[in-house]
């Protein structure tokens, strides 16, 4: 009996083993890339981390897009951290959007602690600590470079979009463009449409309606109580000059580490308008101003967006269509966009197709809906007959993830339970004297702290307004002056009349004996 139980254990042993080689060769083959590629961490089977079974992404194929999801403290955070560090010392350029204020810490060196050195030790890693070039920017009054775009670049149907106008009122904003363009009135931030929208509903409206046809005042109403409402939320210091130049966001320092760019969100995460706002325009002027690329051997920039269902939740129709079709075309010019979010299911199917890097950190399962979800994410990722997907998605530990993405050819890559390598800057956020100090030595802070305001549509149509008013003025000065000198009117000579009869003698005279008659009697 002994004897039989004893062979039992080695089989199974052997089993093992056989199981372990296979899946190493698996993982291996499925991941090895010819050119450049940078490295997640490695692979684990049963629980257990494989020493030297590499998760590596291919340099090549990180313009494909990306998603990085998992419910609160699984380790989202540290995975862009660590994306962000490798690419940069690649000499690719990060651009990330900090909405909850914890990417800054990436500047400084990291420290190596016990269970840093015990995890990468499991994947055969060596761990350095190291710091990386960043610049602090923001789209509101928080120190760092600061973020500006005009109304005119947005143009009249992205603006529209953003708006969330019907057709109707996006035509009429059409025309405001047009008007603005054909009498060389630069739309610049919010107060210039402003006033040009009271401008064609009170003053202008003749001239609107001649050169262009009639606008009706309820639309024009509409639009400025939508522009109101995206003012509130923040966007009146977004709108404006200096507008922030896109090269800026390709910087290498001189050690050919790339610019990681955190944008500072943490005090408009309640602004989502807004966000959408940024993000929208952001995209659309890479894509105008980037060339083509094609299949290039490296991105020239990756993007990452943190809490990225907070665009979706409040996207309309017509503005998720335009994400989705920047999305599709942006990888041609060698972009990267990577969303970050807790539940994938909160995408549009759209975007989530064509999505090639995804990164799947633990989701939790309380409620019949969570388990339902779960099943959705597990049947998004390849099969594989090391894993029961569904299962492993809730057992995932703090630091794992399940990994897929594209191999240089474009297939997609075995599903690989990894343990992610640790970030080697601070795992914790810059002090305020540590921030002080980054933006003090920042060229770009100098570059875009300037507020222009130069001549726009709204003090070229208060010039318009109040010569009108000063030539109407004068027009009606004059008349008075024209009438008064060609000779009493009419009513002045009426007037006179009855007062010199009144007056006359034998007026007086007759209303008296009319008086006497009355009283004898």
């Known amino acids: 009996m002994v004897f039989k139980k004893n062979i039992t254990c080695k089989y199974q042993n052997r089993e093992k083993m056989n199981q372990k080689s296979d899946f190493k060769t698996t993982i291996s083959e499925g991941y090895s890339s010819k050119g450049e590629s940078i490295i997640l961490g490695g692979a684990i089977l049963n629980g257990e981390a494989i020493a030297d079974a590499f998760v590596k992404i291919p340099l090549k194929t990180l313009n494909r897009h990306g998603l990085i999801a998992g419910a ?46 015990e995890r990468h030790q499991k994947i055969n890693i060596p761990f350095s600590p190291s710091s990386y070039p960043v610049e602090l920017l923001s789209l509101s009054d928080q120190s760092g470079v600061r973020l500006r775009a005009t109304i005119s670049e947005f143009g009249p149907v992205l603006f529209s979009r953003i708006l969330d106008l019907n057709d109707t009122q996006a035509g009429v904003v059409s025309v405001i463009f047009k008007y603005c363009d054909d009498n060389q009135m630069p739309l610049l931030d919010l107060k210039d449409i402003k006033k040009i929208i009271n401008y064609i509903t009170e003053e202008g409206k003749e001239e609107i309606a001649n050169a262009y046809g009639k606008i009706s005042t309820a639309t024009t109403g509409t639009i400025l109580r939508k522009i109101i409402e995206l003012e509130q939320q923040g966007a009146d210091l977004f709108f404006g ?28 995460q309640d602004k989502p308008k807004l966000f959408s706002t940024f993000m929208l325009s952001l995209l659309a002027e890479i894509y105008q101003q980037m060339p083509e690329k094609g299949d290039s051997e490296q991105p020239e920039l990756i993007l990452f967006i943190d809490e990225a269902h907070l665009i979706f939740n409040e996207a309309s129709k017509a503005l998720l269509d335009q994400i989705e079709t920047i999305v599709k075309l942006i990888r041609s010019k060698g972009i990267g966009i990577y969303f970050i979010t807790q539940n994938p299911m909160d995408f549009p199917s759209g975007v989530l197709a064509k999505l090639g890097l995804k990164i799947q950190h633990a989701l939790r399962a309380f409620t019949a809906n969570d388990r339902k979800s779960i099943k959705q994410t597990a049947d998004n990722y390849p099969s594989s007959e090391f894993y029961n997907t569904e299962e492993l998605l809730t057992s995932l530990g703090i630091g ?105 003698a034998t007026f007086i005279r007759g209303a008296f004996g009319i008086l006497s008659k009355l009283f004898k009697k």
């Open 72 to 117: 609160t403290g699984t380790g989202k955070t540290k995975t862009i951290q660590v994306l962000s560090e490798q690419l940069s010392s690649k000499g690719i350029p990060v651009l990330m959007m900090d909405i909850k204020g914890d990417f800054s810490g990436i500047a400084m060196p990291g420290e190596e602690k016990s269970f840093i050195t």
């Open 241 to 268: 000059e200096k507008s922030f130049e896109i090269d800026d966001l390709m910087r290498i320092d001189e050690t050919g580490k790339g610019y990681i760019n955190i944008i500072r969100l943490n005090d408009i």
């Open 400 to 504: 794992e993830a399940l990994v897929t993405a594209l191999n240089e050819k474009g297939i997609p890559t075995p599903l690989a339970a990894t343990m992610m390598r640790a970030p080697t800057s601070r795992m914790d956020v810059l002090t305020e004297s540590e921030i002080q100090a980054i933006n003090s030595k920042s060229k770009l802070v100098k570059k875009y702290s300037e507020l222009i305001d130069r001549e726009s549509a709204y003090e070229l149509l208060t010039q318009k307004i109040n010569a009108a008013n000063e030539q109407a003025t004068q027009a009606a000065t004059e008349a008075k002056e024209e009438k008064t000198s060609s000779g009493p009117s009419t009513t002045e000579v009426v007037t006179k009349s009855v007062l010199k009869v009144v007056t006359s």
